[in-house]
């Protein structure tokens, strides 16, 4: 897109600019490390700064508070996901982040506007373990408010262990294994669990 053409872009045709000049078109090598991310994410910066886009110009003099606002907003999008049961009603389904310092979750994602809930807990599911739990969906949920975000899980029972998972998103999801519940921090007094599972305590504690 070029200068003359930025000058009249609407805010969508900026951002589909955006992403494939600097994300969808990037080489592998520039999104192996946070540093060469942040590098792109710089480059992108520049660019519109040098062709001084008027559709972004006008918030330049405000884009800490409103960098604070996005940060603020991205953080209270509801979150739907699932908890996976096996046959036996024993095991539950946990996913851990691509970095190493992430920890154990459920498989859950952020709703998109105008999305029903349990088509995002279905959504996410499938992109987190490549599994479709839509015939097993029920109305049967656990919802918690922390820090200002509902999350809202699906209880999904008897999925067979044999099952094979593999996530259909790059670089979100490392690893995909069954927990059994007696093992979950929450569950047994004075159990310490090896590893991080901040995101599953709450819905223990919640389920007992």
């Known amino acids: 897109m070029h200068s003359s053409v930025l000058a009249t872009a609407s805010l969508e045709e900026i951002l589909d600019d955006l992403s494939s ?3 969808i078109n990037v ?3 520039e999104l ?3 540093e060469r991310i942040a590098f792109q994410v710089e480059q992108a910066h520049w660019f519109y700064e040098d062709f001084h886009c008027p559709l972004l110009k006008q918030w330049a003099h405000k884009h800490d508070r409103l960098y604070a606002d996005f940060m603020q907003y991205r953080f209270r999008i509801p979150v739907c996901g699932a908890i996976i049961l096996n046959e036996t009603l024993d095991k539950c389904l946990l996913v851990k982040g691509w970095s190493s310092k992430s920890g154990w979750g459920f498989p ?3 709703i998109n506007q105008s999305e029903e809930y349990a088509h995002c807990a279905v959504r ?3 992109e987190e373990t490549g599994y479709d739990i839509s015939p097993l969906m029920t ?3 656990f919802e918690r408010t922390m820090r200002e975000q509902s999350i809202r899980l699906y209880i999904i029972m008897g999925v067979p262990e044999t099952t094979h998972f593999e996530p259909r998103t790059r670089k979100e999801i490392s690893q995909i294994e069954w927990f059994k519940l007696e093992d979950l ?3 047994k007094p004075g159990v310490k669990p090896s590893g991080r599972y901040y ?5 223990v504690r919640y389920a007992h």
């Open 108 to 110: 859950k994602g952020k």
């Open 21 to 23: 000049r600097f994300i």
């Open 199 to 203: 995101m599953v305590v709450p819905f």
């Open 124 to 126: 996410e599911v499938l």
């Open 139 to 141: 109305d049967t949920y």
């Open 27 to 29: 080489v592998d090598e």
């Open 185 to 187: 921090p929450g569950v």
């Open 32 to 34: 192996q490390s946070f």
